[in-house]
């Protein structure tokens, strides 16, 4: 009777025991489950793999073309006479060997070491420097594609295969205002490359692969897409950057970025970084423009571009209400150089450039693109909008200098003691010396002059392309804007040689 309750307990614990041991197997696919007197192995449980997009492929076909760009920096020797010996050295006899001899003396001891240990020995020399990034062949004869920035202070040049074959390169050229450059490989056998894509058909959200040698690793992929188009960075007047949120890092720039096609869509040059690492926010040079950068340097080793020979600024809408136009699109020309091409065919401060060759100028960026990707001596149709209407000028484009040239202007002059109050625009103005313009004497702190940054020492040598001697011109003008129906005139502006535009509203007046 006693026995009874705890064999009854002794059976339970058991059977939850051989319960416990079959869950088990059945987990993990290989326990036995006991029917009767032979085991059955229990099925494993398998799921059916949604379906992802895999680069795989694509980065086994393109890897090849890819390289690893290692730079040598120049760098100027110094003689080393000595004279930085410390004072207890100070008295020796001036004999270069001498001192040579207590330099190198000077240069064994105890020395703090990165690790903690300390050393007894010569000082460590400073190495050469060496620069890294990446790079790609768009040839099967060795021709491929970096930065600018990567080898524009080099002196000798190293392409690291994806084999980890190291081959010398040289430099072909380089094109520091869309930091494109081009080195040559020579070698026996055919290479390897890649083609450019059609950028004008990449859409934002379209899958990218971004392949290069971050932080010295060698070939490295990361994946991502297309964030944004047309991104200016300020890092030129060139500037129409392809975003991404691939990771791209410290030693990427010059890497190509592919399409699921294996074709190049841009090239990795500049990424947005406060912490110095990758953010996923990544810049490159589109496809379009490296082509024909890349096509000019191989063939002359230097980049021809159009040049117009103006000065120009946005329209804003401000402006563009000023002058009548119907959108803020377009470049409102400030100043026409002296010696432009723009100046011999007519252009001048004040007009809007719409048009070239009837594409339409959204942007001065736009105008600057346009201009540039013709070759000198080249005719074109340009469209302005003057005096209130469209008129089209043709003007033979020159070449572009190696540094932008300013506009001339005359030295502005001292302003004499009398002063007038244009008091619906809080400017207090005074005749130039030689009668042509105003020039700022005051602007009141809380007026729009104020808040478009006209300062003491401007001069207002125009208002709605009306030459100013007097503010009679300016009252004037203002009356005849709001003849007009219009809500602002506009001030053309000169500090400093250098011209601009500015649209005050005149609804107060």
């Known amino acids: 009777m006693n026995n009874a309750p ?18 088990i197997a059945g987990a993990i696919g290989f326990g036995a489950v006991a029917t009767g007197t032979a085991p059955v192995l229990a099925e494993a449980v398998r799921v059916e793999a949604p379906q992802v997009p895999s680069f795989a492929d694509v980065v086994e076909r393109v890897s090849p073309a890819v390289v690893s760009v290692r730079v040598k920096a120049k760098i100027e020797s110094t003689a080393d006479d000595g004279s930085d010996l410390p004072d207890a050295f100070g008295n020796l006899p001036d004999d270069p060997q001498l001192r040579r001899f207590f330099r190198e003396f000077r240069g064994f001891g105890d020395q703090d070491r990165p690790d903690g240990m300390r050393r007894f020995g010569p000082r460590d020399r400073q190495p050469r420097p060496v620069a890294q990034g990446s790079g790609f062949f768009i040839s099967e004869d060795g021709y491929l594609v970096t930065n600018n920035h990567v080898v524009g202070e080099g002196s000798s040049f190293t392409v690291v295969m994806h084999d980890g074959k190291e081959l010398d390169a040289k430099l072909v050229g380089t094109d520091p205002r869309t930091d494109l450059a081009v080195l040559k490989v020579e070698g026996d056998g055919k290479f390897t490359y890649v083609d450019f894509a059609d950028d004008s058909k990449v859409r934002v959200g379209d899958w990218v692969v971004a392949v290069g040698n971050p932080f010295g690793l060698g070939g490295t992929v990361t994946a991502g897409i297309v ?21 791209v890092n410290r030693g990427n720039s010059g890497g190509p970025t592919f399409n699921l096609n294996g074709q190049v869509v841009g090239i990795n040059t500049a990424i947005f970084s406060p912490s110095g ?40 809408s401000e402006i563009a209400e000023s002058l009548g136009l119907k959108s803020d699109k377009g470049a409102l020309v400030s100043s026409a150089q002296d010696d432009g091409p723009g100046r011999k065919a007519g252009i001048s401060a ?70 007038d109050t244009l008091a619906d625009l809080g400017l207090t103005v005074t005749r130039s010396d030689d009668g042509k313009g105003l020039v700022v004497t005051d602007v009141d702190p809380d007026s729009d002059a104020a808040d478009r940054d006209i300062q003491p020492g401007d001069l ?3 208002v709605n392309s009306t030459e100013v001697n007097g503010t009679d011109d300016v009252a004037k003008a203002m009356a005849d804007a709001v003849k007009s129906g219009r809500k602002a005139v506009l001030m053309q502006i000169t500090r400093d040689d250098s011209n601009r535009f500015v649209a005050l509203p005149v609804a107060k007046g």
């Open 6 to 23: 705890n064999s009854h307990s002794r059976t339970r614990k058991r059977l939850m025991a051989a319960a416990a041991s079959v869950a």
């Open 460 to 462: 207002i040598t125009s």
């Open 227 to 247: 964030s944004a188009r047309g991104r200016d960075i300020g890092a030129g007047p060139y500037d129409d950057f392809i975003q991404i949120d691939a990771s």
């Open 350 to 419: 004040g007009d809007v450039i719409t048009q070239v060759d009837g594409k339409d100028v959204a942007s001065p960026k736009e105008l600057a693109r346009l201009i540039g990707a013709y070759p000198p001596g080249k005719p074109v149709d340009v469209t302005l909008w003057r005096d209130g209407k469209s008129e089209t000028v043709k003007v033979d484009l020159g070449t572009l200098p190696s540094s932008d040239k300013q506009a001339s202007a005359d030295q502005q002059p001292s302003a004499p003691p009398t002063a």
């Open 277 to 316: 690492g990758s953010v996923g926010i990544a810049f490159d040079i589109p496809a379009s423009t490296a082509k024909q950068v890349v096509h000019d340097l191989m063939k002359d080793g230097t980049v021809q571009r159009g040049w117009l020979g103006v000065e120009i600024q946005p329209v804003t």
